[in-house]
């Protein structure tokens, strides 16, 4: 069974830093392109930022360009969130996603495997 689990979330004042850990199991994702989504309550499903397969390429959500950090070992089959300088509007559930291809793509559509979330809470 193909399965992507999230960890690292937690309650982190304003200004800290949390790492996010997203673990696949069941088939190797190291030829797909990945991403982080996170969800607010009541709003949409919003995308973060992107890596593709290798790597080397990562695009950012301009809420969050500056202070957070995208990164995979595809040895480890894991991707990685470094969130630094936390604000209150980062709050949210985190999601992890696998897409069918190698590049990267900010529609939420193209992805086909999620991972069940993990909450990022920041207080003020």
């Known amino acids: 069974q193909v399965s992507l689990v999230e960890s690292g979330g937690g309650l982190v004042q304003a200004g800290g830093s949390l790492r996010l850990s997203c673990a696949a199991s069941g088939r190797t994702f190291s030829s797909n392109a990945m991403a982080w989504f996170r969800q607010a309550p009541g709003k949409e499903h919003e995308f973060v930022t992107g890596i593709n397969w290798s790597g080397d390429s990562t695009y950012y959500a301009d809420s969050v360009k500056g202070r957070f950090t995208i990164s995979r070992d595809n040895a480890k089959n894991t991707m990685y969130l470094q969130m630094n300088n936390l604000k209150p509007e980062d709050t949210a559930v985190y999601y992890c996603?696998?897409?069918?291809?190698?590049?990267?793509?900010?529609?939420?559509?193209?992805?086909?495997?999620w991972g069940q979330g993990t909450q990022v809470t920041v207080s003020s």
């Open positions: 996603a696998a897409a069918p291809r190698r590049y990267i793509t900010g529609g939420r559509g193209d992805y086909n495997h």
